[in-house]
């Protein structure tokens, strides 16, 4: 059924990625290389205290924040805020491991008693997390599949804007949801032979100047357009590596140069770049899902932790599409 292996996907690209988080390309390449097989998320970071001594298998708040969108969707049935907020604030309580400072406390806030509109300004105007992005693919994939309105795509324009400034209420952040949602958008129409990255920096531009911003995004994709080595050009330290320009421009260049590759390659050469690696590999997951909706990524899940539920999510937001377009 299309789309039924999308938790397992971006689970298992997000467990891939996360023992090499916060490695430049340069160690990571000391460390031999990204091996085939998963690997416990703390064997090159022994000091990393939030997945220290966690299984092989485990994934992060990537994960947890899509399958929060996919949970609420299927069933909604709708996009609603409030369901999406209490879901993620249920993520969270199980386990908070890697989620940024800024999501946790706008999630912290969420009140029953609020309105809409105040719940979609409690995020932080400063924080350039991924958390967002994380989100979209199920809303996207869910919008494109809506046949419910005329006027579906505004509906899922509000709705990607409202469930970003949730965690994320700043200018810089809708706009690159923005983008993200067109590259998506575009994947699962697969009308557009166009390179992602050339998309996304036409795309990251117009949207940027829609809120009279400056677009750190289009500067970053134009440099990994330019770049014969992604992690060295684009991540000016490894800090930033984890802000949301960085992990797009990357993710869509790695795609770009790699499309048609098997879906583990294609991890793994994202993972390669080094950076928040979690977390371009489990957005490059999402994207390869929308291109390949019908087709396995041929990867072993049994090790993903809490694989039945994964599985479970899969075939429940899989039967809600199929529902759409029956």
Known sequence: MKYDHLATTTAYADAKGLPYEAKTKQQIEELGGVVSELIAPDVHSPDFPDFQGMP???WSDDTQHTL?????????????LMNLAHRLRTEMDTSDAGWGGATKRAIEKV???????????????????????????PLVIFNEHNPNSTDARDIGLH????????????????????????????LIKGDDDRLLSNIAWYASEAHTKRFDEVSTLHSKI?????????????????????????????????????????FNELIDA?????????????LIAGMWVCEHP?????????????????????????????????
């Open 56 to 58: 092989v298998g485990t």
């Open 68 to 80: 929060a969108m996919m949970e609420s969707l299927a069933t909604a049935r709708s996009f609603n």
């Open 111 to 137: 009140d029953e008693t609020m309105s809409k509109r105040d719940l979609a300004r409690l995020g932080e105007e400063e924080s350039m997390g991924c958390g967002p992005l994380m989100r979209l693919t």
């Open 159 to 186: 709705a990607v804007y409202d469930s970003t400034t949730l965690t994320h209420c700043n200018f810089q952040s809708m706009a690159h949801a923005r983008t993200h949602a067109d590259i998506l958008r575009t």
């Open 222 to 262: 134009a440099r990994a357009i330019r770049s014969h080595d992604l992690g060295n050009d684009v991540y000016d330290d490894i800090e930033e590596s984890f802000a949301s320009w960085c992990v797009q421009a990357v993710a869509y260049a790695t795609y770009d140069r790699n499309r048609g590759a098997p």
């Open 270 to 282: 994202v993972i390669a770049e080094g950076g928040d690696t979690d977390s371009t590999a489990a």
């Open 294 to 326: 019908d087709e396995d990524p041929g990867v072993d899940i049994t090790q993903l932790q809490q694989s039945e539920r994964l599985v479970t999510a899969g075939k429940a937001f899989a039967q809600l599409i199929a529902s759409q377009s029956s």
